[in-house]
C-alpha cells in the first residue's frame, strides 16, 4: 500500500517515487499507483489533487486521484509521451495552489462548524469543499439561517486568533463520541483515529490535509444558506 505522505506532512509539494503499478485507461491515459504519494485522494468531502509526474524531463498530467480498493490510483494523461512503466523512478509536482486553496477551505469549515456547534448543538451531515466555495450541511432543530451570520463573524475571530493545527493519532477504542460532530460517526473498520486539533478551539477526527495555522486562512465569507428540512440545512462559504 501506497505511503500517504499527505497525512503527517501537508505541505510536502515535490518528491520521488517509484511506479509500483500502472493500468491501461484508453484515450492516451493511465492508472498509476505510487509507493508514495502527496496526491490527496478524493474523499471526505475534500476533492482529490492534480499535478504532474516527470521522467526525462517529459511531463505527466495528473488530472484525479482516488482511492481504488485501498490503493491511491492516480489517473494520468500522457501528455503524447510513451506511457510511463512499473518501476519507473519519477519526479512528483503537486499543483499547489489548488491543494493549498483546499486546505485554507478545510480549517476553514472545521472552524465554523466548531462554532455551530458549540452555539446551537447541530451535528454535521455532510459537506463539499471546493476552490470557490464550500457546502455544510446540518441537522439542528431551531433553525436561525439569521444567526449564520453572526457564526460566520465567530468563526473570523478565531481564525484571527492564530491556532496551530496538530495531527496525532489515537486508538480505535478511543471515546471520540463525546467530541464528534459527524452525524454518521466514524467508518467501522479504523484501526487508527487521525485527530485534526485547532490547539485551544476544537479536536475532531479527519482524513483531509489543514494549513499549520488558522491565521493562514484570512477571513471566510458566508455566501448563502438553504433549508432542506430538519437534517438538512446548508450553509455555503467561501475564503475572503
Ligand atoms: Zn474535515
Same mark, same amino acid.
Given at each position: 500500500?501506497?505511503?500517504?505522505?499527505?497525512?503527517?506532512?501537508?505541505?510536502?509539494?515535490?518528491?520521488?517515487?517509484?511506479?509500483?503499478?500502472?493500468?491501461?485507461?484508453?484515450?492516451?491515459?493511465?492508472?498509476?499507483?505510487?509507493?508514495?504519494?502527496?496526491?490527496?485522494?478524493?474523499?471526505?468531502?475534500?476533492?482529490?489533487?492534480?499535478? =504532474?509526474?516527470?521522467?526525462?524531463?517529459?511531463?505527466?498530467?495528473?488530472?484525479? $486521484? =482516488?482511492?481504488?480498493?485501498?490503493?491511491?490510483?492516480?489517473?494520468?494523461?500522457?501528455?503524447?509521451?510513451?506511457?510511463?512503466?512499473? *518501476?519507473?523512478?519519477?519526479?512528483?509536482?503537486?499543483?499547489?495552489?489548488?491543494?493549498?486553496?483546499?486546505?485554507?477551505?478545510?480549517?476553514?469549515?472545521?472552524?465554523?462548524?466548531?462554532?455551530?456547534?458549540?452555539?446551537?448543538?447541530?451535528?454535521? $451531515?455532510?459537506?463539499?469543499?471546493?476552490?470557490?466555495?464550500?457546502?455544510?450541511?446540518?441537522?439542528?432543530?431551531?433553525? *436561525?439561517?439569521?444567526?449564520? %451570520?453572526?457564526?460566520?463573524?465567530?468563526?473570523? =475571530?478565531?481564525?484571527?486568533?492564530?491556532? *496551530?493545527?496538530?495531527?496525532?493519532?489515537?486508538?480505535?477504542?478511543?471515546? =471520540?463520541?463525546?467530541?464528534?460532530?459527524?452525524?454518521?460517526?466514524?467508518?467501522?473498520?479504523?484501526? *487508527?483515529?487521525? %485527530?485534526?486539533?485547532?490547539?485551544?478551539?476544537?479536536?475532531?477526527?479527519?482524513?483531509?490535509?489543514?494549513?499549520?495555522?488558522?491565521?493562514?486562512?484570512?477571513? %471566510?465569507?458566508?455566501?448563502?444558506?438553504?433549508?432542506?428540512?430538519?437534517?438538512?440545512?446548508?450553509?455555503?462559504?467561501?475564503?475572503?
Amino acid at each position: 500500500m501506497a505511503e500517504a505522505l499527505y497525512l503527517n506532512d501537508a505541505y510536502i509539494k515535490e518528491w520521488t517515487a517509484k511506479i509500483v503499478s500502472v493500468n491501461d485507461a484508453g484515450n492516451g491515459r493511465s492508472f498509476i499507483v505510487l509507493d508514495k504519494t502527496a496526491f490527496y485522494p478524493k474523499g471526505g468531502g475534500q476533492p482529490h489533487d492534480e499535478g =504532474v509526474l516527470i521522467k526525462d524531463c517529459k511531463e505527466y498530467q495528473v488530472i484525479f $486521484t =482516488v482511492k481504488l480498493s485501498g490503493e491511491i490510483s492516480n489517473e494520468v494523461d500522457n501528455n503524447g509521451n510513451e506511457p510511463l512503466k512499473q *518501476n519507473d523512478i519519477v519526479q512528483c509536482k503537486l499543483n499547489w495552489e489548488r491543494r493549498y486553496r483546499l486546505m485554507k477551505m478545510h480549517t476553514a469549515c472545521h472552524v465554523f462548524a466548531g462554532v455551530l456547534h458549540k452555539e446551537t448543538g447541530a451535528m454535521i $451531515t455532510g459537506n463539499q469543499l471546493d476552490i470557490d466555495q464550500s457546502r455544510i450541511d446540518f441537522s439542528v432543530e431551531q433553525y *436561525n439561517p439569521e444567526k449564520l %451570520i453572526e457564526y460566520v463573524n465567530k468563526a473570523n =475571530v478565531i481564525l484571527n486568533e492564530g491556532h *496551530n493545527n496538530k495531527i496525532y493519532y489515537l486508538d480505535k477504542n478511543a471515546d =471520540v463520541d463525546k467530541f464528534l460532530r459527524l452525524a454518521k460517526g466514524l467508518p467501522p473498520n479504523i484501526t *487508527n483515529i487521525r %485527530i485534526v486539533e485547532i490547539e485551544g478551539f476544537d479536536a475532531q477526527p479527519d482524513g483531509g490535509t489543514h494549513v499549520h495555522n488558522t491565521k493562514e486562512v484570512g477571513r %471566510i465569507m458566508f455566501q448563502k444558506s438553504e433549508n432542506k428540512g430538519k437534517n438538512n440545512r446548508r450553509v455555503y462559504l467561501s475564503l475572503e
